[in-house]
């Protein structure tokens, strides 16, 4: 069956290949579309706004053509597997707390977030006790903001607790 | 010679307490940033470069600022093959095939002798570089003066075939990555008539995607997930670099000069011709063990296995600056990087620049060379320190990597939409490792996207819709066909493979 290893597998490569050369498809064919309403063509003035994405956008759907083309005559035999189970279980472990962190940033301010994402790691992925967690998520923001703010003067985004402690 | 004289003066300029400091600096940076997952030349340079900013304003602040980035680089190619030797985790992709021998060395008990076997060879490598860099970059630029906008969208055009024809990754997943590019580059503002473009009315979407952020999410945050897919165990070899055993080494090494010779002449071949580093240390580690006369024992730990890749890899790496300085076309990601600081400080890299700004330009010429010297001696010193860093594990690394991917990504314009592009561009790397598209043509294709169109439509202008104008006289003509060459050149290996078989 697969030949990467002895996990579940959560996703077989034929599908993955099959849904980027969709997903190029897609792209090109948003550009297309584009460039079409914007005048792909020559116009009195040389080749209008869209003449060279037009070109750009049928190379992306032609390729994709051809690597969806290939993807579909995959034979199962060389079906590998794409990711399996624990392995994206691991990437989405990371993705989404750094999705989650992305939004904080815009709430609580880089400095905070940082605190709130670090720890977490640490004490969920990494099961340390809580005053190496403490030491190394409040370290690394206080470091880094005597980097940004206070060396290169380089404002970060800052939150409440920022301006609670007047350091705006 | 006036090469030799504007290298004494670039080297007065280079020679300051301040620039010596900061190539220091950026050495150790760069080797921390080498040896550490998720963080590499490319993105390493890109987080680091909104850093330079105040710097650059500074009288003679251009000078130390790309000092003190090309030193990064530099320090990053040294450091990757410390994580290949020690750990056999490649910290770079062109150090993938110093793994096959350095690794077996390191297992064996002889891994200050890999580590000093590479090093040095990176060393020799990188000076044949800019040897090559200092005499044939003046020539290249003064010939470049005359060039028109079709020359220089032939000079595109064989770029990105060159992708095509040398990659290893399938042609069409090179060609639809490269595509990509080009198209995120299209999004926002024509350069030729200001209309916006593929916006759909956000405006986030007015100044199109930046490069860097690009950079730091495919390079940053997608290797992250991937490393993080093939677990996290680093067990490593211990590493103790005594004198002893790097006289030795260097005892040892004159015996494979020609290697030496022929990897640094790949290298030099494949960074000037966009291959890249990586295809270059493949290719160089290749034709050693098909020449060496201990070619069957490559694999096993031969010394010749790691300086062959080694060579090749910091050689490509270093003249892949060649046609960034002298034709703003950058050889890698890395140098696409450096060429988009140039920009940020108010240069415009191209053969205008080595009679515009020389003290800037030799002044880095002479710096590439002092700076491999600085490289050398730091990493052959205080190797056991940065193996160290590997040893922090992962659960902490890897949230500190991201929270500084996250500020650099902020700092280049500001903007949280841009953090939010990282993220996306983390997945999309991700997914185009795993699935081998390649992500080098697609970054060089967003940096050059707008001015290969604007070569483009300004050489169609003068000839009015006329494609014969890529083949009006025989400089452009033989670059284009030498691009189209490189473009078809799957086909005809494949053509050349199937009439051998017979």
Known sequence: MSAGGGGRVALRHKTAEIAMALAFLAIGAIVIFDSLRLGARWGDEGPQTGYFPFYIALIICASAAMILFRALRLRPEQDRTFVEVEQLKLVLAVLVPTAVYVALIGWLGIYVASIAFIAFFMRWLGKYVWWKVAVTSIGNSVFFFAIFEIWFKIPLPKGPLETLLGLN | MDEIQSLLHGFEVALSYRNLALMFVGVILGVIIGVLPGLGGANGVAILLPLTFAMAQTPGGTTSAIILLSCIYWGALFGGAITSILFNIPGEPWSVATTFD????????????????????????????????????????????????????????????????????????????????????????????????????????????????????????????????????????????????????????????????????VGCFMGIVPGGATPASFMSYGVARRFSKDGDKFGTGQVEGVVAPETAAHAAGTSALLPMLTLGVPGSPTAAVLLGGLLIWGLQPGPLLFVEQKDFVWGLIASMYLGNIAGLIVVLTCVPLFAAILRVPFSVIAPIIMVICAIGAYTVHNSMFDVWMMVVFGVLGYVFKKLSYPLAPLVLAIVLGDRAEASFRQAMLVSQGDMSVFFSNGLVGSMTGLALFLLFWPVISLGIARVRGK
């Open chain 2, 102 to 265: 350095g690794y077996p060395m390191a297992q064996k008990g002889r891994a200050g002798e890999a580590l000093t076997a590479a090093f040095t060879s990176s060393f020799v490598g990188a000076l044949v570089a800019v040897i090559v860099i200092t005499f044939l970059s003046p020539v290249v630029a003064r010939f470049a003066l005359e060039f028109g906008p079709p020359e220089f969208f032939a000079v595109y055009l064989l770029t990105f075939c060159a992708f095509v024809g040398m990659s290893k990754e399938p042609p069409f997943k090179t060609l639809a990555s490269m595509m990509l590019g080009f198209a995120l580059a299209a999004v926002g503002t024509d350069p030729v008539t200001g209309t916006l473009r593929l916006t759909f009315g956000t405006t986030h979407l007015l100044t199109g995607f930046d490069f860097l952020i690009a950079v730091i999410g495919l390079f940053g945050i997608g290797e992250i997930l991937l490393t993080l897919e093939e677990g996290l165990a680093f067990k490593g070899a211990s590493a103790k670099l005594n004198m002893k055993v790097v006289l030795e080494t260097w005892r040892e090494l004159p015996k494979y000069w020609v290697t030496s010779i022929r990897s640094s002449a």
